[in-house]
């Protein structure tokens, strides 16, 4: 005789299996780690032919910016916490823009930080919680996580056998990819995660969020972000629940970073530069399922948008 399995069981296994499905789906990667780093070195590329948009800091002349947050970079993967901290190269670029407040990481950990956010922030646990967010989105391979659900099959096959042209696509389609609320909420805690064996305070990201609710035009980004508000009691629930010691947040070393910073001249147009045709841009004439030119609005929105979306 067939037995019956009763409701409330059914119900429980049927909701079981959804968040087993749902938890795979969130995490599906079809590209292997080594792809990651191949499509943050195409992705840093394309950003170095396009300088109109990502002007970049020389080094030359910015040494003590450059080491400072480098030194930023390199305590919290000391910390023993961030995955892939030896197998990523977790190389930084600073964007000369006073205007834009934003950070971003690329698959394989090419960092990006804009002046402007650095001005904007208070103190270094500030910078620190930031850059920890952004190292968090490399190192959870959200990137490559949310291109796997958007890209056709194919598409991923051939870019992780090798094959420049279609990795040269997916890198297009990463400038303009956004992270989904779930990673930036996690990105958000794994930031307190990176930064509590330090002696920063590791709710260093929330003093972000809280100064972005006193603005009175936030970045677009961040309307598709979860609330400010949230965050911040995330970011320090997650503190206090890891009873992270740190307490440094380095004001005044801070200040005379943010000093230089303010005195850096504007990027001109002379100053840009571009890579030979092949190291560029692709042209989206020549590619399938390539981002259509943006038109006036979209490039009025530019300067508050990034790759994964903002922070």
Not at 70 to 81: A, D, E, F, H, T
Not at 263 to 270: L, M, N, Q, V
Request: glycine share 6%.
């Amino acid at each position: 005789m067939k037995k019956l399995v009763p409701f409330g069981v059914a119900l429980l296994v049927l909701s079981s299996s959804c968040k087993t499905l749902k938890s795979g789906w969130d995490n599906l990667n079809l590209f292997p780690v080594s792809q990651d780093v191949e499509l943050g070195k195409q992705v840093h590329l394309e950003i170095a032919g396009n300088q109109t948009e990502f002007p970049e800091l020389p080094e030359k002349g910015n040494e003590v910016v450059y080491s400072y947050v480098r030194n930023i970079v390199q305590k919290i993967l000391k910390g023993g916490n961030v995955e892939y901290a030896n197998d990523f190269v977790w190389d930084v670029t600073l964007i000369n823009d006073l205007k834009t407040l934003n950070a971003f990481a690329t698959p394989g950990g090419y960092i990006y930080i804009y002046t402007g956010l650095i001005n904007f922030l208070d103190s270094e646990d500030q910078l620190a919680g930031v850059i920890g967010h952004e190292l968090a989105h490399s190192a959870k391979r959200h990137s490559t996580k949310q291109l796997s659900k958007s890209l056709g099959i194919q598409i991923l096959a051939d870019a992780a056998l090798g094959k420049q042209e279609m990795i040269k696509q997916v890198a297009t389609a990463l400038l303009t990819l956004s992270f989904s609320r779930a990673h930036e909420t996690q990105a958000d805690s794994m930031s307190v995660v990176y930064l509590c064996p330090t002696n920063y305070h590791a709710a260093g990201a929330s003093g972000f969020f809280k100064k972005m609710e006193n603005q009175p035009a936030p970045p677009a980004w961040l309307s598709t972000h979860p609330n400010s508000k949230d965050r911040v009691q995330n970011i320090e629930s997650k503190n206090k629940q890891m009873a992270c010691a740190g307490t440094q947040t380095y004001s005044n070393e801070y200040a005379k970073i943010k000093e230089l910073v303010a005195k850096i001249p504007p990027a001109k147009k002379s100053d840009v530069k571009t890579l030979p045709k092949d190291q560029g841009t692709p042209n989206p004439q020549d590619k399938t399922n390539t981002p259509k030119p943006a038109n006036d609005s979209d490039k009025r929105q530019k300067k508050l948008e990034k790759p994964g979306g903002g922070l």
